[in-house]
């Protein structure tokens, strides 16, 4: 296992800067912590319960044991400002075709849950035009839970509080389990046309 660090900075809007690893279509900024305050308040007063779904609206808690919220994507909010902006950035340090935000999550994982390894890609029309997976860390207050991302042969830990990691879709990745406490974050997509 190797765990992230920034190598190179490609971007910078007022204090927060994006560095890029030296792996393609993998990114990370750093947010303030009240970016991250803000976000988890709107994120439990804005979201809509909604059951956590895999691939094709099927649930299996084996692969995917979370508790989600839906943020309104056509709404005024911080947290569509921060991703929108910090994910079109990425996508465009990426060298993608992007046009959108959709589909905002805020989770939270309980002692026990989980998401296994997965791609955010597939053949539903919307998931086969995700170009960036976009995941917002919250909180610090667990154990376990680690964002998990497969590059090559290799397994990056790139998540901290108050980091949001912008990866390309199709890299397989996981949640592992959470040991203790809640682990609180928000993921979405950027998406385009569809991959070729």
């Known amino acids: 296992m190797f765990e992230f660090s920034h190598t190179s900075i490609f971007s910078e809007l007022g204090t927060r800067i994006m560095s890029k690893s030296v792996k393609y279509g993998f990114a990370s900024v750093s947010l303030k912590s009240i970016d991250s305050k803000k976000a988890l308040k709107e994120a439990q007063e804005i979201g809509v319960p909604q059951g956590a779904r895999i691939a094709l609206g099927k649930k299996n808690t084996k692969i995917r044991s979370v508790k989600l919220w839906r943020i309104p994507i056509n709404i005024d909010s911080h947290i569509n400002d921060v991703?929108?902006?910090?994910?079109?950035?990425?996508a465009d340090a990426f060298g993608y075709h992007a046009t959108e935000l959709i589909d905002i999550q805020y989770l939270e994982y309980h002692v026990g849950d989980n998401y296994d390894w997965h791609m955010d890609i597939d053949s539903n029309h919307d998931a086969s035009k995700r170009k960036v997976s976009l995941s917002w860390l919250l909180n610090d207050s667990f154990t376990g839970g680690d964002l998990e991302i497969q590059i090559h042969n290799e397994i990056y830990k790139p998540l901290y509080k108050n980091?949001?990691?912008?990866?390309?879709s199709f890299l397989n990745h996981r949640v592992t389990e959470v040991q203790m406490g809640v682990r609180r974050a928000i993921v979405a997509w950027i998406t385009g046309s569809t991959w070729k």
């Open 163 to 168: 980091t949001l990691v912008g990866f390309t």
């Open 83 to 90: 991703l929108s902006k910090q994910g079109m950035l990425m």
